[in-house]
């Protein structure tokens, strides 16, 4: 007979040791476990099947699969309503499992990188006032006030007070999206920058990471010494493109034409 809690411990153990593989033999079986759990088992069920998830969720982030770490998340959220409910008809007091804000940040992270906003803020609504303030929440709902006004700045520099080092993954995501939003400023702002300048501005630690940023995103930079040159955007038509005296004339052109046909 499986014993889901044995299970859990080894699962969390090979968590620890970044043992990924061992972690997921272990989630395997308490998936199969799972099949026979339903909303009206006891909460002690409910809430052990709600902690494999989340550890599974962070196994999905230790192993950089957000695909996997997106199957927990909606996996987990029937069982976080069936404790909810369970608690309103039982208790005053709300069932929640550890590690639930932890596991909640990290989803609204994940969200983040894909920039689905909308569903971000649906997440939000979700939330208790509670939940919301502990770090793990607040810190991705802090990232998005600042990229919503653009302090792009201040979201890179983020990536060094993160809550747990499971939010690493989904930052280092978060800040090649900011990085490709901050070189499509500069590119437009200057027709030239100094290498060390532009590793500065984008938060690259060195002038050779650049060159690999330039090699692999941006083709059309060019490195010319120690400056950075961007090349123009392609022009689109403008007003002044429009050789208006060339048509007016041909206008009046036809006009006559037309006048003497008649």
């Known amino acids: 007979m499986t014993d889901p809690q044995a299970l859990i411990n080894n699962l969390s153990a090979a968590l620890q040791a970044s043992n990924i593989a061992s972690g997921k033999s272990a989630l395997n079986q308490l998936k199969i476990w799972m099949l026979e759990i339903s909303p009206q088992d006891p909460p002690e069920s ?60 990290l989803n609204l992270m994940h969200l983040l990188v894909d920039n689905r ?7 939000l609504e979700l939330l208790s006032e509670e939940e919301a303030g502990t770090p793990f929440v607040s810190f991705p709902i802090t990232l998005e006030r600042q990229l919503m006004v653009g302090s792009y700045d201040e979201v890179l520099n983020a990536g060094t007070n993160v809550p747990d080092a499971s939010y690493t993954f989904f930052m280092e995501n978060l800040m090649e999206t900011v990085r490709d939003a901050i070189a499509d400023c500069v590119e437009v702002t ?43 955007p392609p022009v689109g038509s403008k007003a002044a493109d429009i050789p208006s005296m060339k048509l007016i004339s041909q206008s009046l052109s036809y006009a006559t034409e037309l006048e003497r046909i008649v």
Request: aromatic share 8%; proline share 2%.
């Open 117 to 123: 906003l909308s569903e971000f803020h649906a997440e």
């Open 190 to 232: 200057y027709k030239s920058l100094k290498l060390t300048d532009a590793v500065s501005m984008m938060k690259l630690d060195s002038v050779e990471e650049l060159h690999e940023y330039v090699e692999e995103k941006r083709d059309d930079w060019l490195v010319e010494g120690d400056m950075l040159t961007f090349q123009p």
């Open 46 to 105: 409910l809430t052990l099947a709600a902690t494999a998830l989340e550890l599974g969720a962070l196994l999905s982030a230790a192993d950089d699969d957000l695909d996997a770490f997106a199957r927990n998340i909606s996996q987990l959220k029937p069982y976080y309503d069936a404790l909810s409910a369970s608690s309103s008809s039982t208790t005053a007091t709300t069932l929640t499992t550890e590690r639930k804000c932890h596991v909640l940040g």
